[in-house]
């Protein structure tokens, strides 16, 4: 009894300093911050065209018509603010500089707030105008704010370190206390966020493959068929009978996209979590290019990123900067890098990983630690 009760004991402590004591997955958060600025930035200048049938003041959802919805649903949309199609111009230009400044990571902590906000705005003013996948990027918005999105691969960061900002973002003794519940509290929002985010997708997937479960044409094998054959969805037709006549292969996409998706969740906590979210990679590809809704694609891929580990990001920054390093001297506009000429392995410049994705394994521990910047969200 008194182990059992040590253990819990055990496990509490470290459940607690799991929340505490450092932000993790920073990499995985900026990667968000990044994709879903940039998706919806794409996804503005793609309806620019369109942007007065859909947002405008010329649009076939009237004002009148988006109030009597505002006063079911207690949504607002600033929008909605004025009927002047200058107003409406100001309004896209802003969501657009936004969007911008959300990527680049400029003043992260109230640009996540303004970016939440414009695509709340523009999501509820036509609802029904869109194809979906603005429903994730609005979610995704929101528990962005609270994460510390920022500290990584942005403008802030790049700025803190000019300016020597350093620390490994652990919530240490602080000489200020105030400062120091600030800190916490920074972290533990961070990690609730993140967590939260996680959540949310599993909760997607596993609800969406329970719900096809329950459909006769998902069990015979015939869905894609059907899907294939609506013209809704069909932005290249004659791709998408090419794709029809393969009656096996879809019987076999259809099955193991309903797999794929109720066991999810439960693969999270193991390696066969890098193969399915492979697998989901090409079936969100393949919506994307079949049906046409590339929004709702990138939406559900960006999301995915969260489950990938900061060490991950680290060797792919690592491998991304010897192949452009590689380019510059095959162009002849740069000398070799140091570490370069030594023939450093990837591992060897990269931080350890043990406290920010959990505990330290034997490579990770041969690893020399860097300390990240601090200070900046």
């Known amino acids: ?83 002047s199609r200058t107003y409406f111009e100001l309004c896209y230009t802003l969501a657009v500089v936004v969007s911008v400044l959300f990527a680049l990571g400029w003043r992260t902590r109230a640009v996540s707030v303004f970016f939440a906000l414009v695509v709340a705005s523009f999501h509820a003013r036509s609802i029904f105008m869109t194809d979906g996948g603005d429903n994730l990027i609005l979610l995704m918005a929101f528990y962005l704010v609270l994460t510390a999105c920022g500290r990584r691969w942005s403008l802030d960061a790049r700025r803190a370190a000019r300016h020597g900002a350093a620390g490994d973002g652990r919530t240490a003794a602080p000489t200020n206390q105030l400062r120091g519940a600030r800190v916490m509290l920074v972290t533990v929002l961070h990690n609730c966020g993140l967590i939260v985010i996680a959540v949310q997708v599993c909760f997607l997937y596993g609800s969406a493959g329970l719900y096809k479960v329950q459909g006769g044409t998902w069990g015979s094998g015939t869905a894609l068929h059907y899907v294939l054959n609506l013209e809704l969805f069909r932005p290249w037709p004659e791709l998408s009978r090419i794709a029809d006549e393969q009656t096996v292969l879809l019987a076999i996409a259809g099955y193991a996209t309903v797999l794929l998706q109720v066991a999810f969740p439960f693969v999270l906590f193991g390696r066969l979590k890098y193969p399915v979210l492979t697998m989901l990679l090409g079936m969100h590809i393949g919506i994307a290019v079949l049906m046409g809704l590339p929004l709702f694609s990138g939406a559900m891929i960006v999301a995915d990123l969260v489950f990938l580990p900061d060490r991950f990001y680290l060797a792919l920054r690592y491998l991304c900067g010897r192949v452009v390093r590689s380019a510059v001297r095959r162009a002849g506009l740069g000398k070799p890098t140091k570490q370069a000429a030594e023939g450093l392995p990837p591992t060897a410049l990269l931080p350890q990983q043990g406290g920010a994705d959990g505990p330290a394994d034997s490579r990770d521990r041969a690893v020399p630690r860097v300390p990240p910047s601090r200070g900046v969200r």
Do not use: K
Request: glycine letters at 8%; zero cysteines; proline letters at 6%.
């Open 1 to 83: 009894m008194a182990t059992e009760q040590l253990s819990v004991r055990d496990r509490s402590r470290r459940l607690y300093a799991l929340l505490t004591e450092r932000p993790i997955s920073l990499y995985a958060t900026a990667a968000l911050r990044i994709g879903y600025g940039l998706l919806y930035l794409g996804f503005l200048l793609r309806e620019f065209p369109h942007r007065d049938e859909i947002w405008g003041p010329g649009s076939p959802w009237t004002p009148e018509l988006a109030a009597q919805l505002y006063d079911q649903t207690g949504w607002a949309s600033m929008l909605a603010l004025s009927d």
